[in-house]
């Protein structure tokens, strides 16, 4: 059976790599750049993926909430959190794919007609054609399928070197979401919702010119499957709610995704089991978040050491 990844981020090389030992694959990505991305993710991915910790360019135990005069320190444990650079993990998780067999084109996908991927140079004929070609995922508008939701978000690498990672809860800052400081070795990864940027770079004095990209929203309707073309990764708006964390579920789902079509499962039904509960939960906590007094409230109560123990568990479940 022949599938065709199109899209080589975390989601499909990840699919690539878990599917090629079973059928013959051919992973298709467009272009070598770096992802827009803060680069953050959980430790425990590199062991659990056997993903090489050489990559990993900073990693803290701490991270720091901002809002209102407050600034409350979280303490993630064990090193949790690592960044990593999207140009140079992207191309490790492409090349592990390549070892398990996977065929690796540099080519852009521009249509797909009779179970054919039309590349600018090549077509190749597919029987499963796995779409991880991200938030702007052309295979959906092929499709005809509606654009997952998406939030633009505004970002920056400044030179400034800081100790941990800042998120500001602030609105004016975060806008419904929260603005962030993600260290990147002697540099700062910054960014916020595109409408508050502007406020959140006054606030740090700094002077930067800045870029946007979009970050899937998800809800529970967003199709992830069209007969034999699945979703996987932002084409499928599997970015956790709330934390905006996209790298760690892109890969899971992926895996998930491999594993049921080696086994003939439901991806759907599947991918529910494992992330829909924890999901769900955090998509009320976002919509708790846009509510002012809500936001507040629920801010002030992580000066509890109960409720930010709570947190951290949480976060680290998934
Ligand atoms: C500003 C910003 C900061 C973020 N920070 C974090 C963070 O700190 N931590 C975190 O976990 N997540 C973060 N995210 C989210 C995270 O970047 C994504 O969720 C993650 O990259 C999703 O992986 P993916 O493989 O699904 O998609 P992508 O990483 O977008 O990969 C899709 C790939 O498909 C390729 N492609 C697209 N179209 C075609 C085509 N037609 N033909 C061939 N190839 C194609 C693209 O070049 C791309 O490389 C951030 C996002 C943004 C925008």
């Given at each position: 059976m022949k599938i065709v990844v199109v899209g080589g981020g975390p989601a499909g090389s990840t699919a690539a790599r878990f599917l090629a030992p079973h059928f013959d694959v051919v992973l298709i990505q467009d272009k070598k750049w770096t992802k827009p991305c803060g680069g953050g993710t959980k430790t425990t991915l590199f062991d659990e993926f056997d993903i090489d910790k050489k990559l990993i360019k900073n990693?803290?135990?701490?991270?720091?909430i901002k809002f209102k005069k407050n600034s409350i320190n979280l303490d993630i444990k064990d090193?949790?959190?690592?960044?990593?650079?999207?140009?140079?993990?992207?191309?490790?998780?492409?090349?592990?794919?390549?070892?398990?067999?996977?065929?690796?084109i540099y080519d852009k996908l521009i249509d797909i007609k009779n179970n054919t991927a039309i590349l600018k140079k090549q077509s190749i004929k597919f029987d499963i054609l796995i779409a991880a070609d991200g938030v702007?995922?052309?295979?959906?508008?092929?499709?005809?399928?509606?654009?997952?939701?998406?939030?633009?978000?505004?970002?920056?690498?400044?030179?400034?070197?800081?100790?941990?990672?800042?998120?500001?809860?602030?609105?004016?800052?975060?806008?419904?979401?929260?603005?962030?400081?993600?260290?990147?070795l002697n540099k700062t990864h910054i960014g916020s919702d595109?409408?508050?940027?502007?406020?959140?770079?006054?606030?740090?004095?700094?002077?930067?010119s800045n870029k946007g990209y979009f970050i899937p929203s998800w809800n529970k309707n967003?199709?992830?499957q069209q007969n034999?073309?699945?979703?996987?990764?932002?084409?499928?708006?599997?970015?956790?709610?709330?934390?905006?964390?996209g790298i760690h579920y892109a890969i899971e789902s992926a895996k998930i995704l491999a594993n049921s079509i080696i086994n003939?499962?439901?991806?759907?039904?599947?991918?529910?089991?494992?992330?829909?509960?924890?999901?769900?939960?955090?998509?009320?906590l976002e919509n708790t978040m846009k509510q002012k007094i809500l936001r507040e409230i629920m801010l002030f109560s992580f000066k509890s050491k109960f409720i930010q123990n709570f947190s951290v568990k949480l976060w680290l479940k998934s």
């Open positions: 990693k803290f135990s701490f991270f720091e090193d949790n959190l690592s960044i990593v650079f999207r140009d140079e993990f992207d191309e490790y998780l492409r090349n592990k794919a390549k070892q398990n067999g996977a065929k690796i702007n995922s052309i295979t959906r508008k092929l499709m005809n399928l509606p654009e997952v939701p998406k939030v633009l978000t505004h970002y920056a690498l400044i030179n400034k070197q800081i100790k941990k990672p800042i998120f500001y809860f602030d609105r004016i800052y975060g806008g419904n979401f929260y603005a962030w400081e993600f260290p990147h595109a409408s508050t940027f502007q406020n959140f770079i006054n606030h740090l004095n700094i002077k930067t967003i199709k992830i034999n073309i699945y979703f996987v990764g932002d084409s499928a708006a599997q970015v956790m709610p709330l934390t905006f964390e003939n499962l439901n991806y759907q039904k599947e991918w529910n089991k494992k992330f829909l509960f924890h999901f769900k939960i955090m998509k009320l």
